[in-house]
């Protein structure tokens, strides 16, 4: 097979991969009103559940594992664990039944075959110049997977019920484990078609150290934190906020809906600005619209019209901090170890979503209101849109190992 059709394949794959796995993760903020009200819980608990989901699919070992035992076994045991976590979710029948299936189990399924295996596996098999690009169009495929997802879900919850909802959706998942296939197997340095011959070849533990004293990708890690803050909160709280503000569920869920449609374009457009500008100025805009988005959200009367259309304007900057925060570890550490690099920083976005997931339901249960981390979000969206500012993108130098601070790309 050439490089080109092994690329298309491994892009195919990988993208079809997270329409399903994450189209169907972001659509469980739609459990939250039927899970409690017939478990009897609040919404602390739920929120809980969700954001340890959200930490755990993040864990840098899925990295680790699948650069070393290779994408496809990975991506495969990762179908398997999902369906099963989300059928054991739907017979729960307590908090801890929710703690560890929803939370651990499907957690560790998504880990295996989501955003950290699939993002690295694309990144190994694609050209340099067009590796933004692809990072974008996996972006758009999460995109897609949540557009059509949410809708098919809440249909799945009005015509099954929540536990009906989680069953179907368990089956559904475990076409990732037939995707898994055409990714690669075990990668190694000569086998990695998109390594440069200049980059040198260091070792995982040398690789890990110098991005641990780089200050570019800590500040990387810094910004993705909030990026996770943000989407997780909104993800899971949007839904229930906009009812309790006296919108419909019907208009809730589609607001929910032009996230994952809008997200098509914003990912689009980022991922390919991202092949020829500077990634670490792009981010900086896209988190200073978010804050302004936000601010303008809370200050304009609530209707179904205008949840919708803060649907599609949040929704255009959700994701495309992706390919662009991808694109930096790749460009400036290489792709030899991207995946486990990745898993990183991923886990730092991880962090910040289990943060924005479960003050979302304390704060709620403790005050009654989501004004407190609405504010949070505008808040850690002006320090994102600055700490991207001083990072620079060319690629380490390990014999220098100096601290990049400095301004400039």
Sequence with gaps: MSKNNRFLLV??????????SMGIRQGMGLFLEPVTAALELDRETFSLAIAWQQLILALPLFGVLADVLGFRRIALLGGVIYGAGLWLASQSETAWDLYANLGIVVGIGI????????MGAVGQVAPP??????????????????????????????RYGWSGALETAGGMVLVISLLALGLPGKTSSGENNSQSKSEPELGLVKTLSGAGTHSGYLLLNLGFFVCGFHVAFIGTHLPAFLQGEGVSASAASWALAMIGLFNIFGSLVFGRLGDSLSKK???????????????????????????????????????????????????????RYLTTLWAIVFFSHQLGAFLGIWLGGRVYDSTGSYTTIWLAAIALGIVAA?????IREQPWKPAIQEPLTASGK
């Design 11 to 20: 892009l195919g794959c990988a993208s079809l991969s997270i329409l399903l």
């Design 129 to 158: 110049e067009r590796r933004s690009t692809a990072f974008g169009i996996v972006t758009v495929a999460f995109s897609i997977g949540m557009f059509t997802m949410i809708p098919l879900i809440q249909f799945w919850i009005e």
């Design 111 to 118: 880990g295996l075959s989501g955003m950290i295996v699939v």
């Design 281 to 335: 100025s792009l981010l900086s805009f896209i988190y200073a619209l978010r804050t302004v988005v936000i601010s303008l959200f809370l200050l304009i009367p609530l209707s179904d019209i205008t949840a919708i259309a803060f649907g599609a304007a949040i929704g255009f900057l959700w994701l495309a901090t992706v390919p662009l925060t991808s694109g930096i570890v790749a460009q400036v550490f290489g792709t």
């Design 386 to 390: 600055v700490v991207h500012l001083p």
